[in-house]
């Protein structure tokens, strides 16, 4: 599919992706990125379909100043993968998840591995194993909201304290 990865230089990067279909990778959009700079990436009206993992992006930082990072998926459609969406990481930044869906994934439908500000908000996951995984606290300033479960073996497992709230 897609990947972006490395350790990125001081210095402001921008990766977009938008009205993709990603049929049959490994994984549909890889970013995996350890190092310094600002990176913004946004996914957005992209078909991701019978993929191994749909979306996978890892942060992290090992530099001085710090990989600030802001990750963002709008309108994706991630369908039929093992994993839907997974993210993970701890380097200062923000990851939205905004009006997704998220559809038939055989393990997990979205899993959140991270420290990082998140907000997940208006996604439908439905058809999974399991819809939602969260692990560990997420930041303070995170939001889990307007989700629509459906149909999922188990729609969510999630650490104590996790919110979600107006959600079905």
């Not at 479960?149 to 107006?166: E, K, L, Q, R």
Request: charged share 10%.
């Amino acid at each position: 599919g897609v990947r972006l990865t490395g350790f990125p230089l001081p210095g402001a990067y921008t990766l977009t992706t938008t009205k993709n279909l990603i049929r049959n990778c490994g994984t549909g959009v890889n970013v995996q990125l350890f190092g310094q700079g600002n990176v913004n990436y946004t996914s957005r009206d992209n078909l991701i379909e019978e993929c191994t993992t749909g979306i996978r992006c890892l942060f992290g930082s090992n530099g001085t100043p710090a990989l600030q990072f802001v990750m963002s998926s709008q309108r994706d459609r991630i369908l039929a993968c093992d994993t839907g969406i997974d993210l993970a990481g701890g380097a200062p930044g923000s990851i939205e998840l905004v009006s997704d869906m998220v559809c038939r994934s055989t393990t997990v439908g979205v899993s959140l591995v991270t420290s990082s500000v998140t907000t997940l908000r208006s996604t439908t996951i439905a058809d999974c194993n399991l819809g939602l995984y969260v692990t560990g606290t997420l930041a303070a300033g995170s939001a889990l909201d307007h989700l629509v479960f459906g149909a999922n073996g188990t729609d969510a497992f999630v650490s104590p304290g996790t919110a979600i709230s107006y959600s079905c």
